[in-house]
C-alpha cells in the first residue's frame, strides 16, 4: 500500500520526499494525521498518565513509553502519522502480539540513501562484532533525529550527534550490555588524553569527523578504530581544514549560497578554530593563553603552514 504524507511547502519538499519514493496525498492529509496520533498519544504522553482513557492498564510500563510530542513534531518525521512507522497492529488496544515486529527501521523507507549508508555501516567494527544487536536503532532515535543541516547551528548538530555515541561510550550499562561480562569500557577521557582541551574538543567537535572517512555525502557510516581515525592537529588546525568537508558540510550542501561557500567563513560565524582563521596574528596572540604543550605543538603547525 505505501505510507501517506502530506507534504507542504512546494516543490523543494516534494522533490526530496520524492527521494523515498513518496506521492503527495489529498489536502485533508495532515488533519486525518493530527487526529491518528492524538490517539496514541492519549495514553503515550503525560495527559495519558494523569487522565487514562481507559482503567486496567499497567500505568508503571506506560510511563516508560512516553513520546515527547512538541519534540517529535520538530523531527525529521515530525509530519508523519505514528502508525507509518508502528503498522495497524498498534492501533487496538491492548495491542496486538506481533505488534513489535511491524515497527519499521530506516530501511524500508529510505532506500536510496541506504544503498551507500548500509554498505558503509557494515564495513565498522559496530556491525562487524555486534551484528544481530547493532543496528541504525542502536545510534538513531526515529522520533527526535534532526538532520544537521536542519539544525539551527554546526554545534547544535555537534550535540546531538555525539550525544547518540555518548549515551553508549560513557555508560557502562549500554555499552557493557553489548559485551562480553568481563571487558572493560574505554574512558572516553583516557583515550583522547592526547588532545590538548581534550574536554573542549569533544564538546565542540563531532566524534565521526575524527572516527569517519571523509565522504561524498553528509558523512561516512563506516565509523573508524584507533588506526584510521583523525590525529593530525593540521587536519582542522589549517585553513580549508577538514571540518569543511565535515561537521559544516551539511550547511555547506543544503545552502551554499548563504554560506558564501566558504567553509572557513561558516566556521568563524560560530567558534574560532585556531589555525583555520585567517589572521596569524590573532591565532598567535591566543597561542599566548594556551598551555606550554599546547604552545609547542601548535607553534610547529604553524611554523610547517608558512614554509
Ligand atoms: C488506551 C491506551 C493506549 C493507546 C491508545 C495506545 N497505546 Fe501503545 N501502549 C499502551 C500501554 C499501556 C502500553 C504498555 C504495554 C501494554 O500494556 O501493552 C503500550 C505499549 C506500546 C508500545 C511498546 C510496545 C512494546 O511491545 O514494547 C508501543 C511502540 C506503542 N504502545 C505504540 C502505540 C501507538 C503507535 C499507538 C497509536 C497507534 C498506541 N500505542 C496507542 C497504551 C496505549
Ligand atoms: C519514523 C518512524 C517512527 C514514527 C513516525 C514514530 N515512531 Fe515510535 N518508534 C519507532 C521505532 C523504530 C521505535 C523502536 C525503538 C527501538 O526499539 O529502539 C519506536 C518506539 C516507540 C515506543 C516505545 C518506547 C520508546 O520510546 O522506545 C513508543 C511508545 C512509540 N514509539 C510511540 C510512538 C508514537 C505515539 C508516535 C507518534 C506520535 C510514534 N511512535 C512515531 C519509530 C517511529
Ligand atoms: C515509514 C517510513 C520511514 C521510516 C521507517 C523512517 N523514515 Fe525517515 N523520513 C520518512 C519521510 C516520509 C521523511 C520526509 C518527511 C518530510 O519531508 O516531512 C523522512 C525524513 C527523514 C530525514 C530528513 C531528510 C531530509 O532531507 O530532510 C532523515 C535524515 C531521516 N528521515 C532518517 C531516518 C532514519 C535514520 C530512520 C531510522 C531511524 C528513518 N528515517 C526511518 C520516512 C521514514
Ligand atoms: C554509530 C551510530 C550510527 C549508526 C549505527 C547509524 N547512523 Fe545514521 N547517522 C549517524 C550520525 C552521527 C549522523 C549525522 C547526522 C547528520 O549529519 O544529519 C547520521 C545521519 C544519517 C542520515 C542523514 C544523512 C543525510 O545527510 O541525509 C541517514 C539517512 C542515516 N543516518 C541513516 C542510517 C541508516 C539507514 C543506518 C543503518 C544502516 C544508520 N544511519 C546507522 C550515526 C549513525
Ligand atoms: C549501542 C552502543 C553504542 C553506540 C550508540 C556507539 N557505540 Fe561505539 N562501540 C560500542 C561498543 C560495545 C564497542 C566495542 C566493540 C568491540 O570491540 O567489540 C564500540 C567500539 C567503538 C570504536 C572502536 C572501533 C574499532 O574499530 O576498534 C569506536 C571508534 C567507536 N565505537 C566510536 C563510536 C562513535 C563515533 C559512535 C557514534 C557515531 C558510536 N561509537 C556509537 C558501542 C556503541
Ligand atoms: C580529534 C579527533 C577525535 C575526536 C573528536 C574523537 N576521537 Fe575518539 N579517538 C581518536 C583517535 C586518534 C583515537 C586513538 C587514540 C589512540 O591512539 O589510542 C581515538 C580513540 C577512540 C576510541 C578507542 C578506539 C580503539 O580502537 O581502541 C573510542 C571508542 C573513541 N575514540 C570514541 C570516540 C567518541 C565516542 C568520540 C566523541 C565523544 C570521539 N572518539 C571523539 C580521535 C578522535
Ligand atoms: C577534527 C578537528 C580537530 C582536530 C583533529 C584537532 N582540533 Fe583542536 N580544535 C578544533 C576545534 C573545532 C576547536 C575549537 C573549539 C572551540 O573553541 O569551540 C579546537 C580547539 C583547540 C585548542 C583550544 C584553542 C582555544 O581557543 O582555546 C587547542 C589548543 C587545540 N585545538 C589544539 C589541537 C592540537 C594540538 C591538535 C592535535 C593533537 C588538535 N587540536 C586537533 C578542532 C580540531
Not at 230 to 245: D, F, P
Not at 254 to 268: I, K, N, R, S, V
Request: hydrophobic share 35%.
Amino acid at each position: 500500500m505505501g505510507f501517506l504524507l502530506a507534504i507542504p511547502g512546494g516543490p523543494s519538499r516534494a522533490e526530496s520526499a520524492d527521494e523515498f519514493g513518496l506521492e503527495e496525498k489529498d489536502a485533508e492529509l495532515p488533519a486525518r494525521i493530527k487526529a491518528w496520533n492524538a490517539d496514541c498519544l492519549s495514553c503515550h504522553s503525560e495527559q495519558g498518565l494523569t487522565k487514562p482513557p481507559r482503567q486496567g492498564m499497567d500505568m508503571a510500563l506506560l510511563a516508560k513509553l512516553l513520546v515527547d510530542h512538541p519534540r517529535f513534531e520538530k523531527s525529521d518525521h515530525g509530519k508523519m502519522a505514528c502508525k507509518d512507522c508502528h503498522g495497524e497492529a498498534y492501533v487496538p488496544y491492548p495491542h496486538l502480539p506481533k505488534a513489535k515486529e511491524q515497527i519499521k527501521g530506516c530501511e524500508p523507507c529510505h532506500q536510496q540513501p541506504a544503498r551507500t549508508i548500509t554498505p558503509e555501516f557494515k564495513a565498522g567494527k559496530h556491525f562487524k562484532t555486534h551484528t544481530d544487536k547493532f543496528t541504525c536503532l542502536s545510534c538513531h532515535d526515529s522520533h527526535t533525529m534532526r538532520k544537521a543541516a536542519k539544525l539551527p547551528t554546526a554545534q547544535a548538530a555537534v550535540r546531538q550527534d555525539n550525544r547518540q555515541c555518548r549515551a553508549c561510550h560513557d555508560d557502562d550499562r549500554r555499552y557493557l550490555a553489548l559485551m562480553k561480562p568481563e571487558s572493560r569500557r574505554p574512558d572516553m577521557a583516557v583515550v583522547h588524553s592526547w588532545l590538548p582541551e581534550m574536554g573542549l574538543h569533544l564538546d565542540h567537535v563531532r566524534c565521526v569527523d575524527c572516527h569517519s572517512p571523509a565522504s561524498d555525502l553528509a558523512l561516512s557510516h563506516e565509523v573508524l578504530g584507533k588506526d584510521r581515525a583523525v590525529r593530525r592537529c593540521e587536519a582542522c588546525h589549517a585553513e580549508g581544514g577538514e571540518l569543511g568537508r565535515r561537521l559544516y558540510k551539511p550547511m555547506l550542501i543544503d545552502a551554499p549560497g548563504e554560506q558564501g561557500g566558504f567553509a572557513d567563513g561558516t566556521l568563524l560565524r560560530e567558534i574560532y578554530v585556531v589555525g583555520a582563521n585567517r589572521n596569524r596574528w590573532i591565532d598567535l596572540g591566543g597561542l599566548g593563553a594556551l598551555g606550554l604543550t599546547a604552545l609547542a605543538v601548535l607553534t610547529r603547525i604553524l611554523r610547517r603552514r608558512t614554509k
